[in-house]
């Protein structure tokens, strides 16, 4: 059932092809060199730009990684939909917990095969499910530049949207908080060079978002037994999306571990997800079965391009 909420928060005038016709700023990096995830540990790839040419592996598919000092994500080879006609659009995707580099590359195929567009990553490298679910805690309380994925999507935020050029961007699970971080880390930065506050939103509105099943807000500082003091002093702090992109946010009701408990899926959770922001409510798959209702590429397939999720406003769709 769709809400009341349609298109009148936005004037909204374009396509999935958001960033066509993009002011070019920097000159993109020459590729020089390439890594495969078989040179690197899973924390050497934390943080690095993933993409083109696809890297066989003992019989598995690969992305190929850059190192984001030497490299511009702009001139890596992209992700393409396997239909062969890309719409124009490039989106740029950050994983969530506990993914391989052959399972990002499997997610960043269904977004292009979903989008039309071209895929290039931000990869949030794997350790363990445990390592992984207390790095979200940190990513999603403490200091948004701890996370090596936070500060390399929010240095190339930040240089995209200081040459006034448009960015598309997609976060899922835990890449949904390392997404929220990175917006947060090229705020400041754009503040530091001396622009306002509202110069900073206006800036930042040149960037769409999508997430999928992500997982801020978080649950309230109040349910975790912290001393204040330790709270003050790791700036933990229940914080949303700031105010500026357009925010479409995706979740699966029935996800209980992540979305609705603790993403802008739970009760009260909405007034984090950003100014204006859409959620898409998808209702499918098992409600026990916590892996089955939180996959990327269960929620992916339900995506919509930006504008028509803009237009809809609010909905809830039951799936099964």
């Known amino acids: 059932m769709k809400s009341s909420r ?54 598995i598919s690969e992305p190929t990684f850059y190192d984001p000092n030497t490299h511009s994500i702009d001139s890596i080879p992209p992700i393409q939909p396997r239909s062969g006609n890309p719409n124009g659009a490039t989106l740029y995707l ?27 990553m931000v990869y949030n490298a794997r350790q363990n499910v445990a ?19 936070s500060r390399t999507l929010g240095n ?7 040459a006034n050029q448009r960015v598309h ?10 997404t929220r971080n990175a917006l947060e880390i090229a705020g400041e930065r754009l503040r530091k060079d001396g622009l306002s506050s509202e110069e900073v939103k206006a800036r930042l509105g040149n960037v769409v978002v999508e997430t999928f099943n992500g997982a801020v807000p978080g649950p309230p500082i109040s349910a975790f037994p912290i001393p204040e003091p330790l709270k003050a002093a790791l700036t933990l702090r229940r914080r ?4 500026g992109p357009t925010y479409i946010h995706y979740g699966n009701p029935r996800d209980e ?19 204006d922001a859409v959620i898409r409510k998808v209702a499918y798959g098992r409600r026990l079965d916590p892996i089955d209702a939180h996959l990327f590429r269960g929620i992916v397939e339900h995506r919509v391009p930006w504008d028509q999720a803009v237009r809809e406003g609010n909905v809830d769709i039951q799936v099964d």
């Open 6 to 59: 349609t298109d009148g928060a936005r004037t909204l005038q374009a396509t999935d092809a958001f960033e066509r016709g993009a002011t070019v700023g920097r000159r993109p990096l020459r590729v020089a060199q390439t890594s495969t995830a078989s040179a690197f540990s899973g924390s050497d790839l934390d943080g690095r730009y993933a993409g083109g040419p696809i890297v066989e592996r003992n019989g």
């Open 94 to 120: 950050t994983n969530g917990i506990d993914t391989p580099p052959w399972l990002s590359l499997d997610n960043a195929q269904r977004l292009a095969d979903e989008s039309g567009a071209s895929v290039r």
């Open 131 to 149: 390592g992984d679910i207390v790095q979200s805690a940190v990513d999603l309380f403490g200091p948004a530049e701890l996370n090596p994925a």
């Open 156 to 162: 190339m935020i930040y240089h995209k949207l200081a």
């Open 169 to 178: 961007l997609v976060g899922e699970s835990q890449g949904a908080i390392i």
């Open 240 to 243: 949303g999306y700031p105010d």
């Open 257 to 275: 571990a992540v979305f609705a408990r603790m993403g802008v899926g739970q009760w009260g959770g909405a007034r984090f997800g950003g100014e």
